[in-house]
DNA sequence: CGCTTAATATCGTTT
DNA sequence: AAACGATGTTAAGCG
């Protein structure tokens, strides 16, 4: 951590960081002043800074999981030296917003390119989907009953087969994402095997309208769940005593 | 920056730092795994993460405004040695929630106690306008009286009540920016729950078509007010002397 | 572009 | 502890 170098130079540093587009942290003695859609101003003391290649940027106390002061990209900032201080001024590109922070002291400082190409998921697998609606048969339909999850078929894995309210055999079909053309035409040959008669509903958290065009001109359903929901109920539910649970306490 | 020393010693110099409650700062090659309301997995990549002295944790990304992966605090957080990678395990006090990191390689950590007492200002919030529009009822009605401000129904918090002109109770709704439906909907349940021969005002500096349109339609009314003279009300009346101003005027 | 809805929303206050 | 309302909410989806 660079902490022996005079305003001057630091000043220096971040202009040439900021030029060549490098992630800055900076941990400083700062007080920030805020005006855009309110206004705030917050009085010295020491925080961390964060610029982000994309501009993107953060003001965090010691304390609270949330910044004190933000800018969302894309921002224009410029560097400049106060009496005894240097001065960032965070400007929003498309709305009428200013950061404007005075900085007194640094006491750590770091800049670089930073290498991440690792992809994000958010996810909850169509197998764990299926256990919970084992569980909660009522999310798929008031007074549906579950005959089997994961059952074998000459055309693929049905996930869920149930009976309705009203007793009729029904196919059930788990889409994690949003339900395309393919999954229809799964279902399709699912229906196709198990005969007249047969129900069938296409689970998804969304359908493209090409595909609820093709379901609705066969005859069959569509049904929305939110994962994040279901996703919700596995958390609570097997807070009892689980291999999650455990997992989730650390043992 | 530290950048030499082996993992081991780096988990040493994490686990002192959480021990003695500084405020952590590493960037990292990471994955993380975040299991809880919902799951996420985040692959390989170079981050900034954060763990704040109240424990709050944050990983963020080379861009984008947002942290990737977060957890409020109180936090436990423990750190173990994995095969080849420093494991940071944080793991929700009162919620089953936790995110689990493992660390491959350090480009830069700072550990320290910060120092910060400043306290924070927000001006202009609806809050700060009711107090204006107190000490100014004419801006709302010539003959306008109020009655009280911020007062709490069940319905929500009702930003100005009074008395207007003809002596016919009135409830103000504040929004500092264009109001839309969801103003309307809010005015119209302070209403519902006001009862009958009850007057509603909506201030705000702009309303969209369709709101207007729902407001009229309810027999409310819409006033439009001038934040920028507002806020030249407050530069003028409040306090003359504080560090803000001071501030303000590049001190 | 504007509107609607979801979010690991967060955060404070009241019941 | 749970429920509700406000937020400099933010962010994504859809018409």
């Known amino acids: 951590m660079i902490n022996t170098l005079s305003l001057q130079d630091t000043a220096e540093l971040i202009r040439e ?5 490098r992630f800055i942290v900076m941990i400083c003695m700062c007080e920030a002043q805020y005006i855009g859609r309110a206004r705030s101003f917050l009085e010295k003391g020491e925080r961390l800074i964060v610029i982000k290649e994309d501009t993107s940027f953060l ?15 894309p921002n224009h900032i410029s560097i400049s ?3 005894n201080c240097v001065i960032l001024t965070v400007r929003r590109v498309r709305k009428p917003e200013r950061v404007v922070v005075k900085i007194y002291s640094f006491k750590g400082f770091f800049s670089d390119k930073l290498s991440d190409n690792g992809s994000f998921h958010m996810h909850l697998s169509e197998k764990e989907i299926s256990e919970i609606l ?11 009953r579950i005959v089997s999850t ?4 000459k055309a693929g894995i049905i996930d869920v087969l149930g009976v309705d309210a009203k007793g009729r055999r029904t196919i059930v079909e788990i889409k994690k994402d949003k339900a395309g053309k ?5 279902v399709l040959r699912y229906v196709r095997e198990a005969g007249t008669g047969v129900r069938a509903i ?8 090409e595909a609820e ?7 069959l359903e569509f049904k929305k769940i939110s994962m994040l929901e279901l996703s919700r109920i596995i958390t609570y539910e097997e807070h009892s005593e689980s291999s999650m649970s455990r997992f989730l306490r650390g043992e």
Do not use: C, Y
């Open 134 to 144: 084992r569980k909660h048969p009522e999310l798929i339909e008031d007074g549906f």
């Open 182 to 186: 393919d999954a229809v035409k799964q």
């Open 17 to 21: 960081a900021l030029s060549s587009r």
């Open 202 to 209: 296409l689970l998804s958290p969304n359908i493209t309208p």
């Open 59 to 73: 003001i965090h106390r010691p304390t609270e999981l949330e910044p004190v002061n933000w800018q969302p990209p």
């Open 150 to 153: 994961e059952f074998r078929e």
């Open 213 to 219: 065009k093709m379901l609705r001109k066969n005859g």
């Open 81 to 83: 030296l106060g009496e």
